[in-house]
């Protein structure tokens, strides 16, 4: 097809565009404002061997995972419960909470979601504290020399994940809008691809040039 034919399919259908766009961006807007808000506070757990020697510090990186399983258990969501007397279960808590250890920065982060930012963060720090108190203990059966010892590295800080930001569900809606229309203008076009209703239109169908037409009767 011509460029003038994709034009002249556009000036005839804008308004499939226009309504689609409209109803699809106005949908997702109601949608984001529906949603419950789900908040992630983040806290970062740093691990610090005693001596900065290669040996323990290649031990304590391959132990990070370790750590990491350790803290992402029931006995340990249980502890936080304890401390912050929240009305949950281990397992419930544990759906909500992330671990990843990081061996290039040698920390362990722990992600937890809640409708509560606040909380969220509460939770992520309690969960931290838990990993430091652990590292003490272990320590304490340790030579001081090969100890490895846990930091919170920041206060944890929320922020929030879902729904997503208003403009950015409007643009996701209008683009949505935008796949709609064409498929609902390419249909139509399709099924109206064997209607002549203009010279140019038999012109395109035989390949020959309209010379004249005969006037609708009066």
């Known amino acids: 097809m011509e460029l003038s034919q994709y034009l002249r399919i556009l000036s005839k259908r804008w308004w499939v565009i226009a309504v689609a766009v409209l109803v ?100 992520a720090r309690t969960w931290a504290i838990l990993m430091v108190e652990w590292r003490d203990s272990e320590n304490q059966k340790q030579r001081k020399e090969d100890r490895v010892f846990a930091e919170l590295r920041d206060e944890p800080t929320y922020s929030q994940t879902w729904p997503p930001r208003l403009l950015i569900m409007l643009v996701a ?21 064997g209607i002549v209703r203009t010279a140019d239109d038999l012109e395109q169908w035989l390949g020959m040039t309209v010379l004249g037409t005969v006037p609708p009767a009066e």
């Open 24 to 123: 699809t961006a106005l949908s997702a807007a109601a949608f984001s404002k529906l949603q419950t808000p789900v908040y992630q506070s983040t806290a970062e757990v740093v691990i610090q061997p005693a001596r900065p020697d290669f040996g323990l510090t290649q031990s304590a990186k391959t132990l990070l995972r370790s750590y990491m399983t350790v803290a992402d258990s029931n006995r340990w969501a249980q502890q936080v419960i304890d401390r912050l007397s929240l009305d949950m279960t281990p397992q419930q808590l544990r759906a909500n909470a992330r671990f990843a250890a990081e061996d290039d920065r040698m920390v362990i982060r722990i992600e937890i979601e809640d409708t509560d930012g606040e909380v969220a963060n509460r939770i």
């Open 173 to 193: 809606g209008a683009i949505l809008g935008l796949i709609i229309a064409f498929v609902i203008i390419f249909f139509l076009e399709w099924t109206e691809s």
